[in-house]
């Protein structure tokens, strides 16, 4: 069926007179899925190989300030589709969701399970002008009469409810399921390679009428699977993290992706619709950095702070490029932008009459005359717990500088961007006017959009005793108090760390169910010149006290018996740990604590 309807598209362009295929250009909008900013050669990186990419970029406008709508997928696939913000969509978090644990403080808002049909596409928009519209790849936004079918798209291939992959290598299919239009596929064929071969079928099928091909990959999303003669290209690598970019499988699974679009810019090349075709590639959100399933983390994001599932740059902040030769002038773009920017500015450049609506503006001016656009602030809104580690929060950028806000602690974080691009001074303290100024921009926005927000969690039960009495308190569920401590969630540091201001402390909240008398333990980690700060840990009235060593590195962790504790009653208790003096740079690095009956 779907190849009857090919044929039919290049019949009806053939009837179609010249000038009404030509008024309006093809459009090709690539999204790659959790591709970091700082992933593809023209961003940087030393160890990726990405060739097609460094040229596209080359021969187009290339973002430095790009932004996904949300730190995972699915919101910013909605916003890709409709312009619309994520928030206002009810739909701010990968499908169908994390579910509420009871180590979490506060209950997830209930979302939209799928895009709603009553919202308009950008691909129902150039349908109606039009255009043969074509989704060849990851949907995640509904399944069954949610479909990119029912959403504008004459020919759907491989799209459907899921977010990852049944498998990057035929047969495509799993417990009886298969992916859409991928049934006849020879053994052992990359999906990657698959969805290029469809894709350029559809452009061969509809050279001589306008198209849309909207081409959202599932690499390099997780399992981490590539060819193996690419793989070993790449430098071999034990599966220990060091926090750069080492990762042999993800490292090819991007140039299989680097070769998909190489070959769709020389399919149109070769039609002979360079001068008529919009290509743009971005990504749903940054790399993923942090540990989730064999062979990860994937990437590091660095200079960016954290990644996937974080409302830090690393998090947020993708790869844009935009190449419409002769229309688009080449070159760097500074401003920042952000997804729900592109299909308003996708139908501004196809002529669209008609309202453009939407949470975004059009783009098309700064691209193809470079008028500036309007200052503006971003908003981000992701009221959920992420896979990665990442807690519910809001964040606004506004000019440079940015504010991350934690909805479980109430926590605000304010950043510099233009002269700290780390985030890794908090400004708080220092500029509290700011702190308030944008704290109440982003509450208004959220009550503009209808932003749903996380509840308390009826079934909190945090840091549990375990059912040998143990109790482990790590750095991930600790709530940090002042302003530079934080929790850095990279695997090779996986610590409390920044602890260069002595007020600032840490505590947990955990639960007992067997009292008694415990034996605590700290693993810590100490560098060259920061050793010999005293340390207080704390529950109730009891106190426990050490002084720092170092161990030959902040990373370098050691365990120290602290000494003993009583708890005895069952119920919540608060462990807190303080610095009471701090000769040197730092206090230490603290990666968990543990009590032991």
Same mark, same amino acid.
């Given at each position: 069926?779907?190849?009857?309807?090919l044929?039919?598209?290049l019949?009806?362009?053939?009837?179609?007179?010249?000038?009404?295929?030509?008024e309006?250009?093809?459009?090709?909008?690539?999204?790659?899925d959790?591709?970091?900013?700082a992933?593809?050669?023209c961003y940087g990186?030393?160890f990726?190989?990405?060739?097609h990419?460094?040229?596209?970029?080359?021969?187009?406008?290339?973002?430095?300030?790009?932004?996904?709508?949300?730190?995972?997928?699915?919101?910013?696939r909605a916003?890709?589709?409709?312009?619309?913000?994520?928030?206002?969509?009810?739909?701010?978090?990968?499908?169908?969701g994390?579910?509420?644990?009871?180590a979490?403080k506060?209950a997830?808002?209930?979302i939209r399970?799928d895009?709603p049909?009553?919202?308009e596409?950008?691909?129902?928009?150039?349908?109606?002008?039009?255009y043969?519209?074509?989704?060849?790849?990851k949907?995640?936004?509904g !399944?069954?009469?949610?479909e990119?079918?029912?959403?504008?798209f004459?020919?759907?291939i491989?799209?459907?409810?899921?977010?990852s992959?049944?498998?990057?290598?035929?047969?495509?299919?799993?417990?009886?399921?298969?992916?859409?239009g991928?049934?006849?596929?020879?053994?052992?064929?990359?999906l990657?390679?698959?969805?290029?071969?469809?894709a350029?079928?559809?452009?061969e099928?509809?050279?001589?009428?306008?198209f849309?091909l909207?081409?959202?990959?599932?690499?390099v999303?997780?399992?981490?699977?590539?060819?193996?003669?690419?793989v070993?290209?790449?430098?071999r690598?034990?599966?220990?993290p060091?926090g750069?970019?080492?990762?042999?499988?993800?490292?090819?699974?991007l140039?299989s992706l680097?070769?998909?679009?190489?070959?769709?810019?020389?399919?149109?090349?070769?039609?002979?619709?360079?001068?008529?075709?919009?290509?743009?590639f971005?990504?749903?959100?940054g790399?993923?950095?942090?540990?989730?399933g064999?062979?990860?983390?994937a990437?590091?994001?660095?200079?960016?702070?954290e !990644?996937?599932?974080y409302?830090?740059?690393?998090?947020?902040?993708v790869?844009?490029?935009?190449? $419409?030769?002769?229309?688009?002038?080449?070159?760097?773009?500074d401003?920042?932008?952000?997804?729900?920017?592109?299909?308003?500015?996708?139908k501004?450049?196809?002529?669209l009459?008609?309202?453009i609506?939407?949470? #975004?503006?059009?783009?098309a001016s700064?691209?193809?005359? !470079?008028?500036?656009?309007v200052?503006r602030?971003?908003?981000?809104h992701?009221?959920?717990y992420?896979?990665?580690?990442?807690?519910p929060?809001?964040?606004?950028?506004?000019?440079?500088?940015?504010?991350?806000e934690?909805?479980?602690?109430?926590?605000?974080?304010l950043?510099?961007?233009g002269r700290?691009?780390?985030e890794?001074t908090?400004?708080?303290?220092?500029?509290p006017?700011?702190?308030?100024?944008l704290?109440?921009k982003?509450a208004?926005w959220?009550k503009?959009?209808?932003a749903?927000?996380?509840t308390?969690?009826?079934?909190?039960?945090p840091?549990a005793?375990?059912?040998? !009495?143990?109790i482990r308190?790590p750095?991930?569920?600790a709530?940090?108090?002042g302003?530079?401590?934080r929790?850095e969630?990279?695997?090779?540091k996986?610590?409390l760390?920044y602890?260069?201001?002595?007020?600032?402390?840490a505590? $947990?909240?955990?639960?007992?169910?067997?009292?008694?008398?415990?034996?605590?333990?700290?693993l810590?980690?100490?560098?060259e010149?920061s050793?010999?700060?005293?340390?207080e840990?704390?529950?109730?009235d009891?106190r426990?006290?050490?002084?720092v060593?170092?161990?030959? #590195?902040f990373?370098?962790?050691?365990p120290?018996?602290?000494?003993?504790i009583?708890?005895?009653?069952?119920?919540r208790y608060?462990?807190?740990?303080r610095?009471?003096?701090?000769?040197?740079?730092?206090?230490?690095?603290?990666?968990?604590?543990?009590?032991?009956p």
């Open positions: 069926m779907q190849r009857r309807i044929i039919l598209g019949w009806l362009a053939s009837a179609l007179p010249v000038h009404a295929r030509q309006r250009p093809n459009v090709i909008l690539i999204v790659a959790d591709l970091g900013w992933d593809l050669g990186s030393r990726h190989r990405s060739p990419l460094d040229k596209l970029a080359a021969e187009g406008r290339r973002f430095t300030q790009a932004y996904a709508a949300s730190p995972v997928c699915s919101p910013t916003a890709l589709m409709t312009g619309k913000h994520p928030a206002r969509l009810h739909l701010t978090d990968w499908l169908p994390r579910r509420d644990l009871p979490q506060l997830r808002p209930l399970q895009l049909l009553e919202e596409t950008l691909a129902e928009s150039l349908h109606a002008a039009g043969t519209t074509a989704h060849v790849g949907w995640h936004l !399944g069954a009469g949610f990119p079918t029912r959403q504008g004459d020919l759907n491989a799209g459907d409810s899921t977010g992959p049944l498998s990057y290598f035929a047969p495509f299919s799993r417990q009886g399921r298969v992916m859409p991928l049934g006849d596929a020879p053994d052992g064929q990359s990657t390679d698959r969805l290029t071969d469809e350029e079928r559809f452009l099928a509809n050279r001589a009428r306008p849309f909207y081409m959202p990959h599932y690499a999303h997780t399992p981490m699977k590539a060819k193996e003669t690419l070993a290209k790449y430098p690598w034990d599966g220990t060091h750069r970019q080492e990762n042999p499988l993800y490292a090819a699974m140039e680097d070769e998909s679009v190489g070959r769709i810019v020389s399919k149109v090349e070769a039609l002979g619709l360079t001068d008529n075709t919009l290509i743009i971005t990504s749903d959100n790399g993923l950095a942090t540990l989730e064999p062979n990860t983390p990437t590091n994001n660095a200079p960016l702070r !990644g996937k599932g409302l830090y740059e690393g998090g947020l902040r790869p844009l490029i935009v190449r $419409w030769a002769g229309r688009v002038p080449r070159g760097i773009e401003t920042p932008v952000w997804a729900a920017d592109l299909p308003l500015t996708v501004s450049l196809c002529g009459s008609g309202p609506a939407g949470d #975004g503006v059009s783009l700064l691209l193809t005359e !470079g008028k500036p656009l200052s602030p971003l908003f981000w992701y009221p959920h992420s896979n990665q580690g990442g807690r929060g809001g964040a606004i950028r506004d000019g440079d500088l940015k504010l991350v934690d909805y479980q602690t109430g926590r605000r974080e950043f510099d961007l700290d691009l780390r890794s908090n400004l708080a303290e220092t500029r006017e700011k702190v308030v100024e704290a109440a982003l208004a959220r503009g959009v209808d749903q927000m996380p308390p969690n009826p079934a909190y039960a840091n005793q375990l059912s040998n !009495g143990t308190l750095a991930s569920t709530e940090v108090h302003t530079m401590l929790f969630p990279l695997p090779h996986n610590t760390g602890w260069v201001r002595v007020d600032d402390w505590s $947990w909240e955990f639960e007992v169910t067997k009292p008694g008398t415990f034996a605590v333990q700290a810590i980690g100490c560098g010149g050793g010999g700060s005293a340390v840990f704390r529950v109730e009891q426990l006290k050490l002084n060593p170092v161990t030959g #590195g990373q370098q962790f050691v120290q018996s602290l000494g003993q009583t708890l005895p009653r069952s119920g608060q462990f807190e740990v610095a009471i003096s701090k000769p040197g740079p730092a206090v230490m690095d603290l990666r968990e604590v543990t009590l032991s």
